[in-house]
């Protein structure tokens, strides 16, 4: 029945150590979002794919990268973590972008915490 | 770029009573979606205005989007301690690909 997956839902790492967290979809959306949201704050965009478009924002340090190899999967690898990588860090799909009418699903998100 | 204002930050209210939270953003929008997130959970999309002017209802809640698409509102008529949470309010960033969310208006309700 889950629609957006995301595995692991709690994930312990050691500064610096490289880790990659999952997505998965059941919705056959087009888009699918990135976000890391840290505590008391809202949700902090990441990138996004449109279908194999990927979109990075600005702000988004090199040190974030992803991958989605079909339409049901995305991964998000943080190379090196930093203590200041500790956050919720959640997925989400919607059918089309912003400017229509595409409300966001999104998964249960995976807690990362850096040692 | 593109901002979006929440206010208040921070809720708290008696079960019964009424709440209110406000989303103003610098630009004009397409279209703004609310998203409500309970405590130690994920955002779950609540509604989406198009229209100026529109104003949507479900059960208690009451959604306004501004006649210059650049303001929303959420209301909650009688409270209860199920509407805790934080309502984000979200709109398309500058470029229409993606959703610029709000800081957010945490909501506490007291038994």
């Known amino acids: 029945d889950a629609m957006v997956i995301q595995n692991p839902r709690y994930q312990v790492t050691q500064f610096g150590k490289p880790v990659t967290l999952s997505c998965s979809q059941t919705?056959?959306?087009?888009?699918m979002y990135w976000y890391q949201q840290k505590s008391s704050q809202a949700p902090k965009l990441l990138f996004h794919y449109y279908d194999k478009d990927f979109n990075n924002e600005a702000d988004t340090p090199d040190n974030f990268q992803s991958r989605r190899p079909n339409t049901s999967f995305c991964f998000l690898d943080i190379r090196s973590p930093g203590l200041g990588d500790a956050a919720m860090y959640l997925c989400?799909?919607?059918?089309?972008?912003?400017?229509?009418?595409?409300?966001?699903?999104f998964g249960p998100g995976t807690r990362l915490t850096v040692l | 770029g593109q901002q979006v204002m929440q206010i208040p930050q921070y809720q708290h209210v008696q079960e019964g009573e009424d709440f209110t939270t406000y989303c103003n953003s610098s630009?004009?929008?397409?279209?703004i979606q609310w998203y409500k997130q309970r405590p130690g959970g994920h955002p779950v999309f609540l509604i989406q205005?198009?229209?100026?002017?529109e104003v949507k209802k479900q059960k208690r809640l009451t959604f306004q989007f501004g006649e210059a698409k650049k303001n929303s509102s959420l209301h909650i008529t009688a409270t209860q301690t199920t509407d805790v949470g934080t309502y984000f309010c979200?709109?398309?960033?500058?470029?229409?690909?993606?959703?610029?969310f709000g800081p957010g208006t945490r909501l506490s309700v007291l038994p």
């Open positions: 919705l056959n959306h087009n888009v």
């Open positions: 979200a709109g398309p960033g500058n470029y229409g690909q993606n959703f610029v």
């Open positions: 205005l198009v229209k100026s002017g």
């Open positions: 989400a799909t919607s059918r089309g972008l912003a400017g229509g009418l595409n409300e966001q699903f």
């Open positions: 630009t004009t929008l397409s279209n």
